[in-house]
């Protein structure tokens, strides 16, 4: 069984920054690739950002230029930062991981997610 745990999250002013982590635990897999999700209630989860195991980056138009999206591969961990952040920003941010298991199945697993909330 693979696990993500989020954390990071919390209250901060509009143009201010913070930095998401999101580490896998587990044992026998390996991680493809690593992403960022965000979901509000009532609404469809939206991208934000993925990273491959190569290093090559995907971001969503609306956070181009101030997310930045980096994983360390030793310690299973994937970081978001963000900047300028913006009140629209406010949102349950989910961490999420296509991982391969010792069978050789491959597993998409998400965290559970940490609130973000941009507000003066």
């Known amino acids: 069984q693979v696990e993500l745990v989020e954390s990071g999250g919390g209250l901060v002013q509009p143009g201010g920054s913070l930095r998401l982590s999101c580490v896998a635990s587990g044992s026998s897999f390996s991680i493809n690739t690593m992403g960022w999700y965000r979901q509000a209630p009532g609404r469809e989860r939206e991208f934000v950002a993925r990273i491959i195991s190569g290093g090559i980056t995907n971001y969503a138009e609306s956070v181009k230029g101030r997310f930045t999206i980096s994983r360390d591969n030793a310690k299973k961990m994937v970081y978001l930062q963000m900047n300028s952040l913006k009140p629209e920003d406010t949102d349950v941010y989910l961490c999420?991981?296509?991982?391969?298991?010792?069978?050789?199945?491959?597993?998409?697993?998400w965290g559970q997610g940490t609130l973000v909330t941009v507000s003066s």
């Open positions: 999420k991981a296509t991982v391969v298991i010792a069978s050789g199945r491959i597993l998409e697993v």
